[in-house]
């Protein structure tokens, strides 16, 4: 089970994986994007060292770029390593998904071949985990989508390697866990994607380039473009700049128009604008049409989306200016999905699914101001927009948006007030919170173990979360401790809730052919401007051992 302290520890983490997967994206050139790799890993993933090895046309490995050692950097950057000994590395040892890890005690095998090394001193390892300095661990980074051209049939052999990314001396002393080896397993896979786009930035400027030449070099430049853009492997879209026209998709490749399930003849009917999520419009508008970059939403054809992410760049003649605007649209998907996973798994219960006492404290924030609700309505200067655009400054994002579309969208803060008079509803509804604990919870651990003790927490958070509307939360504190927010309740709507829950909490559950039996005490507190998200908890608890204390033995049922 998760201590308190490991979500906030994994977002941590997150943020700063999510900041240098970043820098990968804003270098500038193939050699700036190689050394943020080796960079990133030192920065964000907790190594003292890291080197990039860049496959070469020939197929043999190039050290392309080195951190956190600037006297090994000397020693072995731009030499080279044979693709044959690569290939036997990276059948060597133990698999971690896509990584490679070669202990000290097969490792010894390979100090005599030719591919690029650098050793370390440090004492033998005290425990099993701990890091040797002879260890190896090996980062692959291959490219999305396409076959290998090698024939070795090395590990990964569906997917063109790219490259190979060498890890020494993490900062803890100690192997990688689970959450350390998935970082680094994401982390290789988005350097490979930021490599690839590199590339293709390079080709793609080098086009863009010629096009202003002369018109023999321009037909050349022309066809050039066409087959970059064409057989690109993401989205690349060419959209019109200026006049009645304007932000209308002149044209798409093929990666596009598979991406979001449109035939070319098709997606010319459009701009971006109207393939955009609704909650994405904003973003798209703030996007500027020379060098933007954007993650949104895009509508496929079947009705659903797909998060991209966007790169403008503006192709312009010389004497006339602007002419149209060249879109690189990248499927990140993936990505965002496997970002989300690692958030829920950050502000979620391991055990039973719920928001974690993190995730509680963040959606109750949410809804408190500092300010205290002094009358009703909310005060004037609540509403104001949440950002401004000139729009007589001309097209400046470059997708043909009109901004009346984003107009009426107001971040006004609705104040928590609290009902008053008990449990007579006087008709004032807010946002109560409901602080359970089970009764009987303690002994049924005590007496049938941590697995019945489980079992039940898994159980009760099941009736809790089916004994309240769509839109309420059911989080767990911890221990056996849960708390409910439920807007828009009366002081009696809050009091029949509770009987409610209380009552779906009673029934026996049956663990292990076993008949268990937990009680529950609830006491409801109310949200309110003014207060803390602390004193707000603190409230609900108090008024719940109120409960606890005043109902009668013969109504609590325990195991």
Avoid at 93 to 105: K, V
Avoid at 208 to 221: I, P
Avoid at 359 to 385: N, Q, T, V
Avoid at 542 to 548: G, H, L
Wanted: charged share 25%; proline share 5%; glycine share 10%.
């Amino acid at each position: 089970m998760e201590t308190e302290s490991e979500p906030y520890v994994r977002l941590a983490t997150l943020r700063q994986l999510h900041q240098v997967v970043a820098d990968l994206n804003t270098a500038r050139s193939l050699a700036d994007t190689l050394q943020a790799v080796a960079d990133g890993i030192v920065a964000g993933l907790n190594y003292e060292l890291a080197c990039v090895n860049l496959v070469r046309p020939d197929g043999d490995l190039v050290v392309a770029a080195f951190a956190g050692s600037p006297a090994a950097e000397a020693l072995i950057t731009g030499r080279v390593g044979s693709r044959a000994s690569w290939d036997r590395r990276l059948t060597m040892g133990e698999s971690w998904g896509d990584l490679r890890f070669i202990p000290h005690t097969e490792g010894w095998v390979l100090i005599e071949d030719d591919v690029p090394q650098w050793h370390t001193e440090g004492p033998a390892p005290r425990f099993e985990d701990e890091w040797h300095p002879h260890d190896r661990l090996y980062a692959p980074m291959y490219s999305s989508g396409s076959r290998s051209a090698h024939p070795g049939g090395a590990p990964g052999s569906g997917r063109e390697l790219l490259g190979v990314i060498s890890v020494d001396r993490p900062r803890n002393g100690r192997h990688p866990g689970p959450w350390g080896r998935e970082a680094l397993q994401m982390y290789a896979s988005q350097s490979g994607i930021a490599i690839s786009n590199a590339r293709l930035r390079s080709n793609m400027q080098r086009a863009l380039v010629r096009l202003e030449r002369e018109q023999q070099a321009l037909r050349a430049s022309e066809e050039s473009f066409r087959q970059a853009f064409e057989y690109a492997p993401s989205g690349m879209a060419i959209a019109e700049m200026g006049g009645d026209q304007h932000g209308r998709l002149l044209r798409t490749n093929d990666a596009l128009c598979r991406l979001l399930g449109r035939p070319a003849s098709v997606m010319r009917r459009y701009s971006f604008a109207d393939l955009v999520h609704p909650e994405d419009i904003g973003t798209l508008l703030r996007t500027s049409a020379e060098g933007g970059r954007a993650e949104l939403r895009l509508g496929r054809r079947d009705g659903t989306y797909v998060w991209v992410s966007l790169r403008n760049s503006v192709v312009a003649d010389t004497a006339d200016g602007p002419r149209f605007l060249l879109t690189h649209v990248e499927d990140i998907e993936e990505r965002k999905r496997h970002e989300l996973q690692l958030a829920h798994r950050a502000s979620h219960d391991a055990l039973t699914g719920l928001p974690n006492s993190a995730e509680l404290r963040s959606r109750l924030s949410a809804r408190l101001c500092e300010r205290p609700f002094a009358g009703s309505g909310a005060p004037a200067d609540a509403y104001e927009p949440p950002y401004e655009y000139d729009y007589e400054q001309g097209h400046g994002h470059g997708f043909g948006f009109s901004p009346v579309a984003a107009a009426g969208a107001y971040d006004g803060h609705v104040h928590s007030v609290a009902p008053t008079g008990g449990e007579v509803d006087n008709g004032t509804k807010g946002l109560a919170v409901l602080f359970c604990d089970l009764d009987g919870f303690k002994s049924i651990n005590d007496r049938f173990g941590h697995h019945t003790g489980d079992a039940v927490l898994i159980e009760v958070a099941r009736r809790l979360t089916t004994g309240v509307r769509d839109g309420d939360t059911v989080a767990r504190l911890g221990g056996d401790e849960f708390v409910v927010l439920a807007d828009g309740l009366g002081a009696a709507d809050a009091a029949d809730l509770a009987v409610r829950l209380r009552n779906a909490i009673i029934p026996p559950i049956r663990v292990d052919g076993r008949a268990v039996r937990v009680g529950a005490s609830f006491g409801i507190g109310w949200a309110e401007c003014g207060m803390t998200v602390e004193e707000v908890l603190n409230s609900a608890d108090q008024r719940m051992y109120i409960e606890k204390r005043s109902r009668s033995k013969m109504h609590r049922r325990a195991g």
